[in-house]
Structures are given as structure tokens and as C-alpha cells.
């Protein structure tokens, strides 16, 4: 059973601090990340993919991967309220056509 | 402009009443997918086609039925719908079974069942 685990929260941060999502994945040979934004009520919204280890920096969010310890999380600097949110992460299995295991989120609520 | 349109944003049907949800798209990814979300809980995908070909989970129930007549439009079909089936309906497509491709979602489908 391939896993993905995720923190569910709440984390909360005050604004302008540092949010850091984390997750692991239990399957060694997964190869593409992805962390998807989700407001209450809404649909999942990709706002970061990562494939090879390092970081990935996407104006206030860096994706970090690392597949030797089976890691990968996601900073967010200079939080915003409207950064408030489940952030799901999502990994995608070698040889399983493409389809997506989702952790099951963390909430992630930042504070005036 | 919405890429991936799901129709209607929110469904009420009755117990055991018969339901189609739709989806469409304008990215023409040959891959699109069917997810069952309910409250606090991870997207659980339901089937995907890739192309024309099914591809059905092993732990979706016979009750869900999938139909792509087209490579822009997918439905969900609800046979007979039981309490247990409500929950947000997600569309997804992506543009291939590689490895780098990310889905892209719609903004779903809220079944309620009275």
C-alpha cells in the first residue's frame, strides 16, 4: 500500500513568519510531487511540482525533495492570511498510469 | 478561462434517484479522472481514462459508472445513490501518463443526498 503522510494540523503561523508543510511517501522509486492548495469548499488548485532533490523556489514558496529519506515539504515565507488553507501534498507512482496518491492535508492557518 | 468545467457546481438528488455529474475540458489532455472527496479527508480517486481506455480502482463500487464519449467531455454516473455517496465530486485531466505531468482540477461537484 503505497502511503503518503501528512501532518493534518492546524499549523499556525502569524503573518510574515514561515509556514513549513511536511510529508513523507513510503514508495522509494516515486519520482514527481506536487503540493495543491485547497480553500474550505473549494477544489485543489497546484501551485508547486518538484522531480529531482533540492529545492525548487516559486516566488514565496520553496519545495524541498529529498528521496533518500523519502521527504519533501513546502515553506512558505512571508505568510498571508490568504495563505490559510489545506496545502495536500501528492505523489505520483512509477508505473501506476499517472494517478496521484494525495496525502490527506495539512491545515495550515496564519494569523493577524 | 476555466479549463476544466464541472456541471453543476452543487447536486441535490434524492436516495437511490439516479445522478450524472459532467465535466469538460478545454486543455485536450488525453487523461481525465474522477476523484470522491468528503470532509477532511484526501481526494479518492474513482476511475480514469486515458484516451478512450477505462480504468477502473479496484475499491469503486459498481454503483459508480464512468462515460467519455469524447476527448473534451467525461460524466460520472451515480446508479443509486446512498447516503454514504455524498461528498465533492472532483474532475481532473492531465496531458499524459508521464511521469512530470501534473493534474489540473475543476472546481468540482458537491453531491448532497436527501
Known amino acids: 500500500q503505497k502511503e503518503v503522510e501528512q501532518n493534518s494540523g492546524p499549523l499556525s503561523v502569524p503573518e510574515g513568519a514561515i509556514a513549513s508543510l511536511n510529508c513523507t511517501y513510503s514508495d522509494r522509486v516515486s519520482q514527481s510531487f506536487f503540493w495543491y492548495r485547497q480553500y474550505s469548499g473549494k477544489s485543489p488548485e497546484l501551485i508547486m511540482s518538484i522531480y529531482s532533490n533540492g529545492d525548487k523556489e516559486d516566488g514565496r514558496f520553496t519545495a524541498q525533495l529529498n528521496k533518500a529519506s523519502q521527504y519533501v515539504s513546502l515553506l512558505i515565507r512571508d505568510s498571508q492570511p490568504s495563505d490559510s488553507a489545506t496545502y495536500l501534498c501528492?505523489?505520483?507512482?512509477?508505473?501506476?498510469?499517472?494517478?496521484?496518491?494525495f496525502g490527506t492535508g495539512t491545515r495550515l492557518q496564519v494569523t493577524l | 478561462d476555466a479549463m476544466v468545467i464541472q456541471n453543476p457546481r452543487y447536486q441535490v438528488t434524492q436516495f437511490g434517484k439516479p445522478v450524472t455529474l459532467s465535466c469538460s475540458q478545454t486543455l485536450n489532455h488525453n487523461v481525465m479522472y474522477w476523484y470522491q472527496q468528503k470532509s477532511s479527508q484526501a481526494p479518492k480517486l474513482l476511475f480514469h481514462y486515458y484516451d478512450k481506455d477505462f480504468n477502473n480502482e479496484a475499491d469503486t463500487p459498481d454503483n459508480f459508472q464512468s462515460r467519455r464519449p469524447n476527448t473534451s467531455f467525461c460524466f460520472l454516473d451515480i446508479r443509486s445513490p446512498g447516503l454514504g455517496d455524498a461528498a465533492m465530486y472532483l474532475c481532473?485531466?492531465?496531458?499524459?501518463?508521464?511521469?512530470?505531468?501534473?493534474?489540473?482540477f475543476g472546481d468540482g461537484t458537491r453531491l448532497s443526498i436527501l
Open positions: 481532473a485531466t492531465s496531458r499524459a501518463p508521464q511521469v512530470n505531468q501534473p493534474q489540473h
Open positions: 501528492a505523489v505520483l507512482y512509477t508505473g501506476t498510469a499517472s494517478k496521484l496518491t
